[in-house]
T-cell receptor, first 116, second 115 residues
Framework: SQKIEQNSEALNIQEGKTATLTCNYT??????LQWYRQDPGRGPVFLLLIRENEKEKRKERLKVTFDTTLKQSLFHITASQPADSATYLCAPWGRREGAGSYQLTFGKGTKLSVIP | SQTIHQWPATLVQPVGSPLSLECTVEGTSNPNLYWYRQAAGRGLQLLFY??????ISSEVPQNLSASRPQDRQFILSSKKLLLSDSGFYLC??????????????FGPGTRLLVL
């Protein structure tokens, strides 16, 4: 069945380092993939969208890659800051296996903690 | 600009009681609307989505129902709550048509505790 896996539930890094979060998907061919940030007790906030024909997308200190052969997206935060601490969700958009509908499906997220 | 409202922010209800959560969107027309549930330690689970007034699609069979009586109003209901209905309920909207760069914008959420 369709599965979205984010590399770990929690990731701790030192301030100033680059954080790399991984999103792998199986039994799925998304047309595009999104990344969201979620702070405790709040709704997710959209960060970046990358299409299947794009290899890389950047926005300020954020960079996303999308490898449809590996079925993987990497999310990087360079020069990380304590304010970057949050849970990051990947969300591929495509057709659910065994169903006709297309939808955005969210991974469980990786909780990033940036230590001063 | 567009804004999305949800209320109440927090709700504590006894098992077997009814539920009504409301979501409204401002600043856009004919949005796609979504209800999600996020249980502790779990991902976002899509419950319902709607592409127009009176049009509701259910993703997961359960104890809940949804209605869209107006273009920018989405309501999540239950006749009798179960313990397993506890969680963080999020409403979201996306610009039409559904699926085209479907970036979703989330409301602040309702934390529901069923006792």
């Amino acid at each position: 069945s369709q599965k979205i896996e984010q590399n770990s539930e929690a990731l701790n890094i030192q301030e100033g380092k680059t954080a790399t979060l991984t999103c792998n998907y199986t039994n799925y061919s998304p047309a595009y993939l999104q990344w969201y940030r979620q702070d405790p007790g709040r709704g997710p906030v959209f960060l970046l969208l990358i299409r299947e024909n794009e290899k890389e997308k950047r926005k300020e200190r954020l960079k996303v890659t999308f490898d449809t052969t590996l079925k993987q997206s990497l999310f990087h935060i360079t020069a990380s800051q304590p304010a970057d601490s949050a849970t990051y969700l990947c969300a591929p958009w495509g057709r659910r296996e065994g169903a006709g509908s297309y939808q955005l499906t969210f991974g469980k997220g990786t909780k990033l903690s940036v230590i001063p | 600009s567009q804004t999305i409202h949800q209320w109440p922010a927090t709700l504590v209800q006894p098992v077997g009681s009814p539920l009504s959560l409301e979501c409204t969107v401002e600043g856009t027309s004919n949005p796609n609307l979504y209800w999600y549930r996020q249980a502790a330690g779990r991902g976002l689970q899509l419950l319902f989505y709607s592409v127009g007034i009176g049009q509701i699609s259910s993703e997961v069979p359960q104890n809940l129902s949804a209605s869209r009586p107006q273009d920018r109003q989405f309501i999540l209901s239950s006749k009798k709550l179960l313990l397993s209905d506890s969680g963080f309920y999020l409403c979201a909207w996306s610009p039409p048509p559904r699926g085209y760069q479907e970036t979703q914008y989330f409301g602040p959420g309702t934390r529901l505790l069923v006792l």
